[in-house]
């Protein structure tokens, strides 16, 4: 999937039709005519508005130009990288690029236009806009909410919050690498960003039962809190909520005899 939404970046656009191999991780099982993909495949198709095809079993002639690309690729690119070592994806795509682009900006032999022409006079102007977001493949898991009000998502071993009032009910988890949805009998009852980090807590306030909610008040009530409150009343009342605490302060502080 991330290959696929790369490929559309380069592009530029969105295809109609996306035509496969019989790849397992596409195919599901192969058919001269209506051939099963995947469920991952088809909400991709789904999400971009995309046909998706695959060729016939030991029919080459169904890809001819791809198998012939092949072919040009490794002796117009992977030949002339042939004495460089690289370690990773990153330094792959930086030796490839500008060799690819070189590739397609020089005339197809035969012909009076380069593969890029060709691809902006007779394909481009038939593409759609890319859509704001990209495609994400979404993952789903049950867990059920646990007595604190959180599910365990176990990829990460992270929890978050829900309602409190869905304490012991049974949870579908739906992911992406950057959201986390839960839902209980068809309905969304909370939606987190995706946190990674392992065995911490997403903890929505508005999740939790009063006295929970009340407790995490009184965490942050120190001295400069009650100034504070009492400053919004007025200026006597902060004069008396002073002397009272500095009262108490002083009262509190350890004597020492000489």
């Not at 004495?83 to 990773?88: G, P, R, Y």
């Not at 690029?97 to 900006?105: F, G, V, W, Y």
């Not at 992911?175 to 960003?193: F, G, L, M």
Request: glycine share 4%; aromatic share 10%; proline share 4%.
């Amino acid at each position: 999937i991330d290959g696929l939404n790369q490929a559309l970046v380069y592009f530029g656009g969105l295809p109609q039709i996306i035509q496969s191999d019989n790849l397992k991780s596409f195919v599901i099982k192969s058919d001269r005519y209506e051939p099963t993909f995947n469920e991952l495949c088809i909400q991709l198709s789904s999400y971009y508005g995309i046909e998706l095809l695959a060729t016939r079993v030991a029919k080459p002639k169904d890809k001819a130009s791809v198998e012939r690309h092949v072919s040009i690729v490794y002796n117009k690119v992977y030949a002339r990288l042939r004495n460089q070592t690289l370690t990773n994806i990153k330094q792959i795509n930086l030796a490839f690029k500008p060799l690819i682009d070189q590739m397609n900006d020089a005339k197809m032999q035969g012909k009076s236009y380069s593969r890029n022409e060709r691809f902006e006079r007779d394909e481009k102007p038939h593409m759609v806009d890319l859509p704001a977001e990209l495609f994400e493949l979404k993952k789903s898991t049950l867990a059920k909410v646990q007595r604190n009000y959180h599910v365990i998502l176990g990829e990460d071993w992270h929890q978050y919050s829900v309602p409190y009032q869905y304490v012991a009910k049974q949870t579908q988890v739906v992911y992406t690498n950057k959201v986390v949805e839960i839902y209980c009998e068809s309905q969304r009852i909370a939606i987190h960003r995706r946190d990674k980090r392992r065995h911490a807590y997403s903890t929505f306030a508005e999740h939790m039962p009063e006295k929970h909610k009340k407790y995490l008040e009184q965490r942050g009530w120190d001295s400069d809190y009650f100034k504070t409150q009492a400053k919004k009343i007025g200026p006597h009342t902060e004069w008396v909520i002073t002397q009272l605490l500095e009262k108490n302060i002083s009262l509190n502080r350890p004597t020492i005899a000489v």
